[in-house]
């Protein structure tokens, strides 16, 4: 997923060149946001992989992240972002991670509601055609409708939570395709993904999507962790 992610925001912000800095207030506000995209991704990258501990780092960075230059009056939804990431900072478990994470990425777009309005989704909002029945396609799907979801909160953008949803409304993977050991875990845990994005297409609160966004996320986490894998994540600088 944070593969994929990170092409889309690749492709929006292409002009700009990510230096990692020591010293960030004087960069310039693109860059800035850049770098607390790039700590976001990271948190959710780590929740989708099932890994808490590698929240911690880029959750840290987030709760005492504070910006100097943003518009006046937008310091409220900073403190927001904070409280969200320290709630992520302290969760013990990938559920508790998972909703801090929803929250996290609601306080950006509670944000760019009121400071940043109309910021577009970055990518054709078409799903990426494949054969559904093999795993690793329907996991693409997966990623790429998280992804949308993602960007439905925090750009946020209704067009891009409803492609995210979209895609989920679609029938999960079918009990042939699900030959791990235990594959009555693995189906509910499929089948919940897909009811989760079933009611995120019903929803149109902000509170509400993020945390039906939390779960799906601990969701794709346990079922990872069910079938041992650790879909490939990048480690970040920024
Ligand atoms: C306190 C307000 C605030 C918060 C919180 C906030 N942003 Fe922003 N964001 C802005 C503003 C204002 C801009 C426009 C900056 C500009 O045009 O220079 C912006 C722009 C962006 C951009 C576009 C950058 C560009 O070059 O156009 C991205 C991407 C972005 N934000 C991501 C995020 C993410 C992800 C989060 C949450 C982790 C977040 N922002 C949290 C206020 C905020
Ligand atoms: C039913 C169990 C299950 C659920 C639910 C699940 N995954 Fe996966 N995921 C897997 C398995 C199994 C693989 C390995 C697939 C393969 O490569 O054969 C995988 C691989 C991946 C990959 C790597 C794909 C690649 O490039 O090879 C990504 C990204 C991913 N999952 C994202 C997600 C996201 C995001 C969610 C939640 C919205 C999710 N997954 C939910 C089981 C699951």
């Not at 509910?188 to 019903?202: D, K, S, V």
């Amino acid at each position: 997923m944070d593969r994929l992610f990170k092409t889309t925001v690749l492709s929006a912000l292409a002009t700009l060149a990510f230096q990692p800095s020591s010293s960030p207030a004087q960069e310039p506000a693109n860059q800035r946001m850049w770098s607390h995209f790039l700590a976001a991704a990271d948190v959710q990258a780590a929740v989708t992989r099932g890994d808490l501990e590698a929240t911690k780092e880029p959750a840290t960075w987030l709760a005492e992240y504070d910006e100097p230059g943003l518009p006046d009056g937008s310091e409220a939804f900073v403190r927001e972002l904070q409280r969200a990431a320290a709630r992520a900072v302290e969760a013990k478990t990938i559920e508790t991670a998972g909703a801090a994470t929803g929250r996290i990425v609601a306080a950006c777009g509670s944000c760019h509601r009121e400071y940043k309005p109309g910021m577009e989704p970055t990518e054709n909002i078409e799903p990426p055609a494949g054969d559904e029945s093999d795993v690793a396609t329907h996991m693409v799907r997966h990623a790429w409708a998280a992804d949308r979801l993602w960007e439905g909160l925090a750009l946020p953008s209704n067009a891009a939570w409803e492609a995210g949803a979209d895609v989920f409304a679609g029938a999960p993977l079918a009990t042939d395709d699900l030959a791990f050991d235990n594959p009555e875990g693995v189906r509910a845990l499929e089948n919940r993904t897909h009811e989760l994005g079933r009611r995120a297409g019903l929803e149109t609160e902000p509170s509400l999507r993020a945390r039906t966004y939390g779960e799906l996320l601990s969701t794709c986490a346990a079922c990872h962790q069910m079938t041992g894998q650790q879909p490939a994540i990048e480690k970040l600088s920024w």
